[in-house]
């Protein structure tokens, strides 16, 4: 068999000039040409070992192809008949051939199918003949035969079975090339999956768009890689989403930068981080976009076709790629850009959303550190249902590690009640129902949390928008080591999670329990870790002086606060009072005009009143307050 030192070693013997076109190529003065060295094409050499036969060449000028044996002859050297395997590869590669001008021929009588390459894939004209796209239906073994080929050796090449049945009947065909000789034909259903013959392994559609190519782009599927080449980039096809072989890396060596680019779905982003740890420093993966709801999930041809998107687009989502270690200022300039008048999540308390604005952005993270038994789940429960009350579209992700799903629902349903006084249990389910997913195992580990970003994208079209932990010190449970170094562990991962994903995640923290209770924590209270400090973007605390030891029942007040201890934007310090109703949850701001309604359900708790009670009164409008509450804060 021919290899790769055969090709070269041949051309060294012939003291021929050639330039090394990557791992996998070389090229030479074409010896085919005119003789004048003017007048000279380029012929392009593979010498990629993993194919059958190294040393197929093609010259894009006269024209020209064929193997290392055809090069010999030109010579008047002796041909290398050994074991034959050329002298099958050029009866195979006529097969191919003869397939390919048939199916492609074909074409031209189905109009149904080329409306569909067109309107549908996104193909134009020059595209379907530069690839030689084509249809099966059936009669190509009949044709084939007619010009002398047996269905035996037609069957060698996985097109037809021993009866002469075409395998890819009634699919679009899709032929590989390497340096303009066929060596594989696809077939894809035009409502449904690809499909590859048998005895034909895997290849990557379009090496030859990697010669010399300085930017190289890896897509998932060759109708993505025709799309994106029609864009004029360099674009190769992998035949599925974790299919990448290591030969295959050959063909990005001539390449500075190189941009994996799959489907936005599970599949597709295991596949693009696995080429780009194989590839290397210089590899990006490029995240398609979000796609709509209702719509298919975002690859290269449903964002440029169905979506319209230009080369100007895709070029942008390529300088937001990430990977690799170095950004240009350029690139920082235009991410600035792009975040220029994002607004981040805003918490419906209107002091925290000024101090903290524009909002929480996403790979941002937030920690509110409290003391045990301060309401760290309840206020996180009010913030969710003030959140969506602003903004109705905000996806979320509660990861509730300490309580059960009816204890949730439970505690919801209360704090909508007190919102909404009339509201029934349909009415909380129909509140969060588009809107919120939960996860409550007790524990979590960093894998299933990124699992269960790609079930919430799945199930509602999108990633979260925010992702609540409740509460870290649960989720640490799942890291090895001391206290610290689980909490540290639990509070990096978080971040880059956050980083990696683009969402935002808010998580209490319990403080140090040598903090005294009622007191105001600071940034140095939190339990087993300064790493949160460190990572957290914001950080905030909450704290109740009803926790002072020795306060009774009869001398609390229901008030807790809330102040922002640790800022990006650069605003802490302003501390923002709450009123906690104890009957409904609800933990209400002292602007809110409903803080009476909390305020009133204290004294309502003291008698030993029930939620419906409570519910009853605020419907009926009947006060019984301590005075003074409007005053306060």
Excluded at 273 to 286: C, M
């Amino acid at each position: 068999m021919s290899n790769q030192t055969d090709v070269l070693s041949y051309i060294q013997s012939k003291n021929i000039p050639y330039k090394q076109a990557g791992a996998c190529n070389i090229n030479i003065a074409c010896v085919f040409c005119n003789e004048d060295p003017q007048k000279r094409g380029r012929l392009y050499i593979n010498v990629d070992p993993s194919q059958e036969v190294p040393g197929l060449f093609m010259c894009h000028l006269c024209g020209e192809r064929g193997g290392l044996n055809k090069l010999r002859k030109h010579f008047g050297d002796s041909v290398k008949r050994e074991d034959g395997q050329e002298d099958n590869f050029r009866q195979r590669n006529a097969i191919l051939s003869a397939a390919t001008e048939y199916y492609h021929a074909n074409l031209g009588t189905r109009e149904d199918v080329l409306r569909w390459l067109k309107t549908e894939r996104g193909l134009t004209v020059e595209s379907i003949l530069k690839h030689e796209i084509g249809w099966a239906d059936g009669k190509m073994v009949k044709f084939l035969t007619e010009k002398g080929f047996t269905v035996a050796d037609i069957a060698k090449t996985g097109l037809c079975d021993e009866k002469g049945r075409d395998f890819l009947f009634a699919h679009v065909t899709i032929p590989y090339h390497v340096q303009g000789n066929v060596v594989m034909i696809r077939g894809k259903d035009m409502g449904g999956k690809y499909l590859t013959p048998p005895h034909q392994k895997a290849r990557l559609f379009n090496t030859d768009a990697t010669w010399n190519a300085e930017e190289l782009v890896i897509c998932e599927g060759e109708f993505d890689a025709i799309v994106l080449e029609q864009l004029e980039f360099n674009a190769v096809g992998v035949p599925g989403a974790n299919t990448w072989q290591d030969s295959w890396t050959g063909y990005t060596e001539d390449a500075r930068k190189v941009f994996v680019c799959m489907d936005n779905d599970t599949a597709g982003h295991a596949g693009a981080e696995k080429i780009a740890r194989i590839v290397g420093p210089k590899a990006r993966i490029v995240h398609m976009p979000e796609a709509e709801p209702g719509r298919p999930k975002n690859d290269p041809t449903e964002w440029v076709v169905n979506q319209g998107h230009t080369r100007g687009d895709f070029e942008l989502l390529m300088i937001r790629a990430k990977g690799g270690h170095l950004l240009t200022v350029d690139d920082c300039f235009t991410e600035w850009e792009h975040m220029q008048g994002i607004e981040g999540i805003k918490f419906g308390l209107e002091r925290l959303d000024q101090i903290m604005s524009p909002g929480l952005l996403p790979s941002q993270v937030m920690l509110v550190l409290a003391k045990t038994g301060s309401g760290k789940t309840i206020l996180t429960l009010n913030l969710f249902h003030r959140m969506l009350m602003l903004n109705p579209e905000l996806k979320i992700l509660f990861v509730s590690l300490e309580q059960t799903r009816s204890e949730w629902f439970e505690r919801a349903r209360r704090i909508h009640r007190f919102y909404d006084l009339t509201a029934t249990e349909n009415d909380t389910l129909n509140f969060y129902r588009n809107n919120l997913m939960l996860m409550d195992k007790n524990r979590i580990t960093e894998e299933e949390l990124v699992s269960c970003i790609e079930q919430y994208e799945f199930e509602r079209g999108k990633k979260p928008d925010l992702i609540a932990v409740d509460y870290l010190g649960y989720w640490a449970r799942s890291y090895k080591g001391d206290a610290y170094e689980r909490t540290s562990q639990a509070i990096m991962s978080m971040k880059a999670i956050a980083k990696d994903q683009q969402v935002a995640f808010f998580a209490p923290h319990q403080v140090s329990r040598m903090a005294d209770f009622g007191d105001e924590p600071d940034l140095g209270a939190s339990r087993d870790s300064g790493v949160v400090e460190e990572t957290g973007d914001f950080v905030g605390a909450i704290w109740s002086p009803d926790q002072r030891r020795g306060r009774n029942a009869e001398e609390r007040t229901g008030e807790v606060n809330f102040k922002l201890l640790k800022s990006r934007h650069g605003g802490t310090g302003t501390k923002i009072q709450l009123q906690f109703a104890p009957l409904s949850l609800a933990m209400v701001p002292y602007e809110d005009e409903r803080v009476g309604r909390a305020q009133e359900e204290r004294e309502m708790a003291l008698r030993g009143d029930t939620f419906d009670q409570a519910i009853q009164r605020h419907l009926t409008g009947e006060r019984d307050v301590t005075p003074g509450w409007e005053n306060r804060g």
